[in-house]
Nanobody
Framework: QVQLVESGGGLVQAGGSLRLSCAAS???????MAWYRQAPGKQRELVAA???????NYADSVKGRFAISRDNAKNTVSLQMSSLKPEDTAIYYC?????????WGQGTQVTVSS
């Protein structure tokens, strides 16, 4: 069992930046780590993912603005968000996924005002 705790959400003006962090209760070295988000009335969507090999991929809507990073030694994954837009407003969730298991955090709210 891996518990994930997100932090760093908040209210920011359009064009601003936020850094989200996700702390895991156990080793993440064998998990793909990802950030998802869910806006009101919309489905949860993948924002960014970092594989166990250090390869990152991003949703088209955030490419060039967001950056995911993982620190296996500290069991953390972060999402640096820049040039934020009102449409980035959502609850952001951290996910750890392996072939067999997947775990979700409780989410952190990000609100971008125009």
């Amino acid at each position: 069992q891996v518990q994930l705790v997100e932090s760093g959400g908040g209210l920011v003006q359009a064009g601003g930046s936020l850094r989200l962090s996700c702390a895991a209760s156990a080793s993440i070295s064998r998990f793909m780590m990802a950030w998802y988000r869910q806006a009101p009335g919309k489905q949860r969507e993948l924002v960014a993912a970092a594989t166990i090999y250090g390869i990152s991929n991003y949703a088209d809507s955030v490419k060039g603005r967001f950056a995911i990073s993982r620190d296996n030694a500290k069991n953390t994954v972060s999402l640096q968000m820049s040039s934020l837009k009102p449409e980035d407003t959502a609850i952001y969730y951290c996910k750890a996924e392996s072939i067999i298991y997947s775990y979700w955090g409780q989410g952190t709210q990000v609100t971008v005002s125009s």
